[in-house]
């Protein structure tokens, strides 16, 4: 049974709007997030090389998060999800990144998260 979990990267330097526009269309997600990214209704296609995987946008707000389940995932609870906050003190921009992992593979899946965050602060210089 997967477990839920979730990762907090905060983005010095950047905008909601920016970072907003990094997780919510096709060119940012291509720019970190897969190779080529593609959307007909609400099914997006991610490709990695010559691999593809499906997710359907289950949830969104604009400016806020994007929240989606991967179509060949067997677990109906399961999901990504990236939100957008501002941290009221220092006024840092946070990505928060919610998902789910089997025990056995949390610390691979976590590690595939944080090289995927390095390459959207590269980027967008963050």
Known sequence: MKEKFE??????????SILWSSI?????????FADKVSVEGNIYTFQWG?????????????????QFRWLDDEEEQTYFEFR????????????TITDFACPDEKE????LWN???????????L
Request: neutral net charge.
């Open 50 to 66: 010559k691999s593809s995987q499906q997710a359907e946008l289950k949830h969104s707000r604009t400016g806020s998060y994007l």
């Open 84 to 95: 957008i906050s501002v941290n009221e003190l220092t006024g840092d921009v946070v990505l």
């Open 108 to 111: 691979e899946l976590v590690a």
């Open 7 to 16: 990762l907090e990267y905060v983005l010095n330097n950047v905008s909601v």
């Open 24 to 32: 919510s269309t096709l060119q940012g997600l291509s720019e970190w």
């Open 115 to 125: 090289k995927e965050v390095g390459k959207l602060r590269k980027a967008y210089g």
